[in-house]
């Protein structure tokens, strides 16, 4: 009886190390799917460089990836919540799962945009040279951010979630001044043309740097139990401070 009773004990336990196997290979996943995102990324950014219109189509081709680890990861999350029943802290990060799955399918998306403009852009088409540094330097800070994003949630770094917004302060700091710069950029229809199309790829930059803020806002939700909208660093206001002692 003794034995058979220490046996029916060890079941839940059992069951409890199962789920959190499962529930740390969905993670992986989900992360995984940042790397799917970065390198989409670079590749519409090289493809943008240099009028790579087939390159560009393998970045809109691609994006079928990103949309499959989404539905897997969804679908894994919705199996283990019929399964099992999780606790608060399980809960927090079976939450955060489904958030940044769904910011990373929105990542791709903005890539995808990115590329579907190459065609576009025209390779014999007069251009800017402070646009173009400055389109760059957006991709550079997206690529950062994405990576810290990553090993952010991954290392439950709340100071290294918070700096992302910082970052992202520079990479709205670009965007304006891109659409500023379009809007002066002269008479000249096609310039004014291509500059236009600019003005959407910084928007899509934009956007994603917006997506990796809500990633970092998931990371102090499952550290600290608390969800708020991280401050803008612009705003020098101490609320940053506070969420992350949490």
């Known amino acids: ?26 993670e992986r996943r989900a992360l995984g799917g940042l790397d799917l995102d970065i390198r989409q990324l670079d590749r519409a950014l090289e493809a943008l460089t240099y009028q790579d219109v087939e390159l560009a189509g393998m970045v809109v081709a691609d994006d079928d990836q990103v949309d499959g680890r989404y539905l897997e990861v969804h679908q894994g999350v919705l199996s283990l919540l019929a399964t099992q029943s999780p606790v608060a802290t399980d809960l927090r990060l079976v939450a955060a799962l489904l958030h ?47 990576s810290q994003a990553k090993e952010a949630f991954a290392s439950r770094d709340v100071a290294l979630a918070h700096d992302l917004v910082r970052q992202d302060v520079e990479i709205n700091r670009l965007n304006r001044g891109i659409f500023r710069r379009a809007v002066e ?16 790829v910084a928007r899509a930059l934009e956007r994603i740097g917006d997506n990796t803020v809500d990633i970092a806002e998931q990371v102090v939700f499952v550290v600290t139990g608390l969800f708020r909208e991280l401050a803008d660093a612009s705003s020098a ?9 949490g």
């Open 237 to 245: 206001t101490p609320e940053g401070t506070q969420a992350a002692s």
């Open 185 to 200: 950029i002269g008479d000249d229809v096609e310039m004014r043309e291509w500059a236009m199309l600019m003005v959407l």
């Open 100 to 146: 940044i799955m769904r910011c990373i399918e929105r990542i791709g998306d903005q890539c995808v945009n990115m590329a579907k403009l190459v065609p576009l852009s025209g390779y014999e088409q007069p251009k800017d040279k402070d646009i173009l540094d400055s389109i760059e330097r957006m991709g550079r800070h997206a690529h950062s951010q994405l």
């Open 1 to 26: 009886m003794h034995d058979k009773d220490v046996r029916v004990g060890q079941v839940p336990r059992e069951v409890r190390h199962h789920f959190h196997e499962a529930l740390r290979d969905l």
